[in-house]
Nanobody, 112 residues
Framework: QVQLVESGGGLVQPGGSLRLSCAAS????????LAWYRQTPGNQRELIAT???????EYADSVKGRFTISRDNAKNTMHLQMNSLKPEDTAVYFC??????WGQGTQVTVSS
């Protein structure tokens, strides 16, 4: 059974940083595109970053230049480094293997 587990969320002040992690079991990341989404109440999940197996990445305009997605195929983990956080980044963040599995989500709250 494929399972993705996010960690690293929490409360941070505007301008601060957080690093989210996603650990996989039951599957190898190798070869898959990986993604991070976020969702706020009443809204659809927003795709914010993807990373290919060759580590090329793409970002939503809303996070470009502030967030960095990375992966470690050997450890079956992926990360989202979030810098210069803004209150509008407040959301539940999900890691995803497209068409395969979702994590349960981790809450990020940006507030003073």
């Amino acid at each position: 059974q494929v399972q993705l587990v996010e960690s690293g969320g929490g409360l941070v002040q505007p301008g601060g940083s957080l690093r989210l992690s996603c650990a996989a079991s039951g599957i190898s990341f190798r070869g898959f595109v990986l993604a991070w989404y976020r969702q706020t109440p009443g809204n659809q999940r927003e795709l914010i970053a993807t990373i290919n197996n060759d580590r090329t990445a793409e970002y939503a305009d809303s996070v470009k230049g502030r967030f960095t997605i990375s992966r470690d195929n050997a450890k079956n983990t992926m990360h989202l480094q979030m810098n210069s956080l803004k209150p509008e980044d407040t959301a539940v963040y999900f890691c995803n293997i497209p068409h395969i599995s979702w994590g349960q989500g981790t809450q990020v709250t940006v507030s003073s």
